[in-house]
C-alpha cells in the first residue's frame, strides 16, 4: 500500500506565500509523474501543476509565474511554492502521485488534502 500526505495548508493573506508537501511512503518501486490539484466549494477538482521525474512541469495557465512546482526523487516528495496569492486560490489542495508498486502494479494515489484559504 502506499500512502501520501500533505502538509502546509492554512490561512494566509492576499499576496502571501505558502509552500505545500507531500511525501509518498509505503510499497513503492518507482514514481512517475507527481503533481497538484485543487477544489474549490462547489468546483470540480482542477490541475494546479504537475512535474515528472525528470523535472519537467507543467501548469495550469492560472498559477504561471506565481506557483512552482519541485520534487525530490530520493525522499519521494513534491513541493509546490505558492506566491502572490489570491482569494481565489481557496481550496482543497490534493497531491497525486502515479507509483508503480513493489509487485509491479501501477495506479493514481491521491493524499487527503489540506485546505488553503487566502483571506484578509
Known amino acids: 500500500q502506499v500512502q501520501l500526505v500533505e502538509s502546509g495548508g492554512g490561512l494566509v493573506q492576499p499576496g502571501g506565500s505558502l509552500a505545500l508537501s507531500c511525501v509518498a511512503s509505503?510499497?513503492?518501486?518507482?514514481?512517475?509523474?507527481m503533481g497538484w490539484y485543487r477544489q474549490a466549494p462547489g468546483s470540480q477538482r482542477e490541475l494546479v501543476a504537475t512535474?515528472?521525474?525528470?523535472?519537467?512541469?507543467n501548469y495550469a495557465d492560472y498559477p504561471k509565474g506565481r506557483f512552482t512546482i519541485s520534487r525530490d526523487n530520493a525522499k519521494n516528495t513534491v513541493t509546490l511554492q505558492m506566491n502572490s496569492l489570491k482569494p481565489e486560490d481557496t481550496a482543497v489542495y490534493y497531491c497525486d502521485a502515479d507509483v508503480l508498486d513493489d509487485l509491479k502494479y501501477r495506479r493514481h494515489y491521491w493524499g487527503q488534502g489540506t485546505q488553503v484559504t487566502v483571506s484578509s
Open positions: 512535474i515528472n521525474r525528470g523535472g519537467s512541469t
Open positions: 509505503g510499497s513503492i518501486f518507482s514514481i512517475y509523474d
